[in-house]
């Protein structure tokens, strides 16, 4: 990915900057230009293949694997999530399918063509943004900016415009195309940095966290785009995500991933339906002491579990995982003998979420947290 430039440049050295930058772009245009006809022969019914790929990373503990035998398929035209939390290896995989991270064993093709061996191929077919990145030069405007990458791409002046302006149609942005960059907020630059990914009309676009920190307005605008650009256009879409409504809203399929591993690869749907009976949920008071749900894991019936605060209400939420109904006075047992009172209990049809804590025996926050220690 380009660098951006530092917000205290001044416009003449960001100029210098896109100069240097357009130098580059005869070489593209002569690489776009002689592989039109290849990926028009490609066969893309599958558009990402991955077998037994691996990358491990040196650190001062030793080796710290990320990707630990991954098998994946994603097919034409399809919206996949990849839904792990913080440290699972999404982003990793994204990385290296997207030719900026070679693996340490294993193979990874985007459209028939191998990230190893033919990494110039890939590029021309893919793009890729992350809701992280700071994907912009400050003191030029939007429309500065897509046109500049549009140029990259070697893409001609007038397509290049045509280009920008239906993309900021679709996502709102047509009245803020002439502001400079740094003057647009965090979510007007997120969408700039959406219709970057998709100005050179790929194949396959990965998206690493594209709507994260934005509202919730915003982020659905986001969604909306991105099921258009599958829906209408037929381009594969990856989408590496914590956000389990997201995966859930627009996914055609979704892969859990933790520690480096795949654990379940289905439609949201059916993964949601793998659990069967709906979960129990206990809201409680006071908050679970340290180390107070350790017991429930090992009663007979019970999954997993996850712990959240309902700060509103001062209260507290626990969510358990359970093969029927038989398993939930002994659950709500567990817990008052722990010291809680329990206010209130239902059942609740089952979510992502604890589709992952059925696998893991843990929810997003508490494993982060185990990560993290």
Same mark, same amino acid.
């Given at each position: 990915?380009?660098?951006?430039c530092?917000?205290?440049?001044?416009?003449?050295?960001?100029?210098?900057?896109?100069?240097?930058? !357009? #130098?580059?772009?005869?070489?593209?245009?002569?690489?776009?230009?002689?592989?039109?006809?290849?990926?028009?022969?490609?066969?893309?019914?599958?558009?990402?293949?991955?077998?037994?790929?691996r990358?491990?990373?040196?650190?001062?503990?030793?080796?710290?694997?990320?990707?630990?035998?991954? #098998?994946?398929?994603?097919?034409?035209?399809?919206?996949?999530?990849?839904?792990?939390?913080?440290?699972?290896?999404?982003?990793?995989?994204?990385?290296?399918?997207?030719?900026?991270?070679?693996?340490?064993?294993?193979?990874?093709?985007?459209?028939?063509?191998?990230?190893?061996? @033919?990494?110039?191929?890939?590029?021309?077919?893919i793009n890729?943004?992350?809701?992280?990145?700071?994907?912009g030069?400050?003191?030029?405007?939007? /429309?500065?900016?897509?046109?500049?990458?549009?140029?990259?791409?070697?893409?001609?002046?007038?397509?290049?415009?045509r *280009?920008?302006?239906?993309?900021?149609?679709?996502?709102? !942005?047509?009245t803020? $195309?002439?502001?400079?960059?740094?003057? $647009?907020?965090?979510?007007?630059?997120? *969408?700039?940095?959406?219709? *970057?990914?998709f100005?050179?009309?790929?194949?396959?676009?990965?998206?690493?966290?594209?709507?994260?920190?934005?509202?919730v307005m915003?982020?659905?605008?986001?969604?909306?785009?991105?099921?258009?650009?599958?829906?209408?256009?037929? /381009?594969?879409? $990856?989408?590496?995500?914590? #956000?389990?409504?997201?995966?859930?809203?627009?996914?055609?399929?979704?892969?859990?991933?933790?520690?480096?591993?795949?654990?379940a690869?289905?439609?949201?749907?059916?993964?949601?339906?793998?659990?069967?009976?709906?979960s129990?949920?206990?809201?409680?008071? +006071?908050?679970?002491? +340290?180390?107070s !749900?350790?017991?429930?894991i090992?009663?007979?019936?019970?999954?997993?579990?996850?712990?959240?605060?309902? @700060? @509103?209400?001062?209260?507290?939420?626990?969510?358990?995982?359970?093969?029927?109904?038989?398993?939930?006075?002994?659950?709500?047992?567990?817990?008052?003998?722990?010291?809680?009172?329990?206010?209130?209990?239902?059942?609740?049809?089952?979510? !992502?979420?604890?589709?992952?804590?059925?696998?893991?025996? *843990?929810?997003?926050?508490?494993?982060?947290?185990e990560?993290?220690?």
């Amino acid at each position: 990915m380009l660098e951006t430039c530092p917000s205290n440049t001044t416009i003449d050295e960001n100029l210098n900057v896109l100069d240097e930058r !357009l #130098n580059q772009a005869p070489k593209i245009r002569e690489d776009q230009a002689g592989l039109r006809n290849v990926m028009n022969r490609v066969d893309t019914e599958i558009t990402v293949q991955v077998d037994g790929l691996r990358r491990e990373f040196d650190s001062k503990e030793g080796k710290v694997t990320a990707l630990d035998g991954v #098998n994946l398929q994603v097919r034409k035209g399809e919206i996949f999530g990849v839904l792990g939390p913080n440290g699972a290896g999404k982003t990793t995989m994204i990385r290296i399918l997207s030719t900026l991270l070679l693996p340490s064993s294993g193979k990874a093709g985007v459209m028939g063509f191998d990230v190893e061996k @033919e990494p110039e191929k890939i590029r021309a077919v893919i793009n890729m943004a992350s809701g992280a990145e700071r994907a912009g030069y400050d003191f030029i405007s939007a /429309r500065g900016n897509l046109w500049f990458f549009s140029q990259l791409y070697g893409i001609p002046s007038e397509e290049a415009h045509r *280009r920008i302006n239906e993309l900021s149609d679709m996502l709102g !942005l047509q009245t803020y $195309l002439d502001r400079k960059f740094y003057a $647009l907020s965090t979510g007007y630059k997120q *969408r700039v940095t959406l219709v *970057r990914a998709f100005i050179n009309d790929p194949k396959v676009v990965f998206l690493d966290e594209p709507t994260i920190g934005l509202d919730v307005m915003t982020a659905l605008s986001i969604r909306e785009y991105i099921l258009k650009q599958a829906k209408e256009y037929g /381009r594969t879409i $990856l989408i590496a995500t914590h #956000n389990m409504a997201e995966v859930d809203a627009i996914c055609n399929r979704v892969a859990i991933i933790d520690k480096g591993k795949i654990l379940a690869c289905d439609t949201p749907a059916a993964l949601k339906r793998s659990l069967g009976a709906p979960s129990l949920v206990l809201e409680v008071s +006071p908050p679970p002491p +340290p180390g107070s !749900l350790e017991p429930l894991i090992k009663l007979e019936g019970v999954k997993g579990y996850t712990a959240s605060v309902d @700060e @509103e209400r001062g209260l507290s939420r626990i969510q358990v995982v359970v093969d029927d109904d038989g398993s939930a006075q002994s659950v709500i047992d567990s817990v008052r003998k722990a010291g809680m009172t329990v206010v209130s209990n239902w059942r609740q049809q089952a979510t !992502l979420e604890e589709v992952f804590v059925a696998l893991v025996g *843990r929810g997003f926050r508490e494993r982060e947290h185990e990560a993290s220690q």
